[in-house]
């Protein structure tokens, strides 16, 4: 019911999809001649596109996140690499059997450039098909087409292609590999998601080193206006929005210790 639960709860709290909603309460409000009511909503919906696509908020909200877990020295022995999925446009691939990448694909060319470096190293994809209403193909089942095309043998892949989130993520991929005390992971995603995914691993008794890639900030934001396109401001906001209430929400459910996950917490 989580899973459900967070879906159904972001689709309508979303900034888009809010100020759709309140734009649309707006309309229905005039129309039954609820002129201050009809305004609020208006104005509401107008703040939310306008703090969203045309501040740097967004980005504000995205670099605390990216700055939390600094990616580490290069282990000198690693014996696994578990990358999440999120980097691929999966409905696309679906129908064309592709391996398209989206903003987040930089996940899957670090784990091919990591697995290059260490050869020995298992390659653990987690991410099946987490989207509640679009159809598309889980990353597990495209990317070995990307990552045997750069090199990667397919002998060293372990496929997770059932997690719709990234609890799931962690306990499907430890019950698969079952890591042994001794062994060297890398946890491969976003940075700014690697708050979340270390601390649910970690919870989930998969110990790994954290590998941050895909950053979205410079870390030199500041408050500003117009300072990128309204559409990658408008998609930052949503992403900080969206990892900041998964934070919150996967804390106060028990399923990690700390609402804001630290190195060493």
């Known amino acids: 019911m989580f899973y459900y639960r967070s879906k159904i709860l972001w689709f309508f709290i979303q900034p888009l999809n809010l100020a759709i909603f309140l734009l649309l309460a707006g309309l229905l409000a005039a129309l039954f ?55 691929f446009e999966g409905a696309i691939n679906l129908a064309r059997g592709g391996y398209e990448l989206n903003s987040g694909g930089d996940r899957m060319v670090e784990t091919a450039i990591l697995a290059r470096r260490f050869p020995q190293a298992k390659v653990v994809v987690s991410g099946g098909n987490g989207e509640l209403f679009l159809d598309g193909e889980g990353d597990a089942d495209t990317a070995p087409r990307l990552l045997t095309a750069l090199g990667v043998s397919a002998d060293r892949l372990v496929l997770e292609n059932k997690s719709r989130n990234t609890y799931e993520n962690a306990v499907f991929s430890r019950r698969l590999v079952e890591p042994k005390p001794a062994e060297t992971w890398l946890l491969v995603t976003s940075a700014f998601h690697m708050p979340r995914a270390k601390a649910l691993f970690d919870k989930a008794g998969f110990p790994t080193v954290p590998w941050p890639v895909d950053y979205r900030t410079s870390g030199r934001e500041g408050i500003g206006f117009y300072r990128d396109n309204p559409a990658d401001a408008l998609q930052a906001t949503t992403m900080a929005i969206r990892e900041w209430i998964g934070l919150f929400a996967y804390w106060l459910s028990g399923r990690i210790d700390q609402p804001f996950p630290a190195p060493g917490g």
């Not at 509401?44 to 580490?72: D, H, Q, V, Y």
């Open 33 to 87: 001649g609820r002129r201050r009511l009809a305004a609020s909503g208006s104005v509401l919906a107008f703040l939310i596109l306008a703090l969203s696509a045309w501040t740097s908020l967004g980005a504000m909200m995205l670099n605390p996140l990216e700055e939390r877990f600094p990616k580490p020295p290069m282990p000198q022995k690693v014996d696994g690499i578990v990358v999440l999925g999120g980097g």
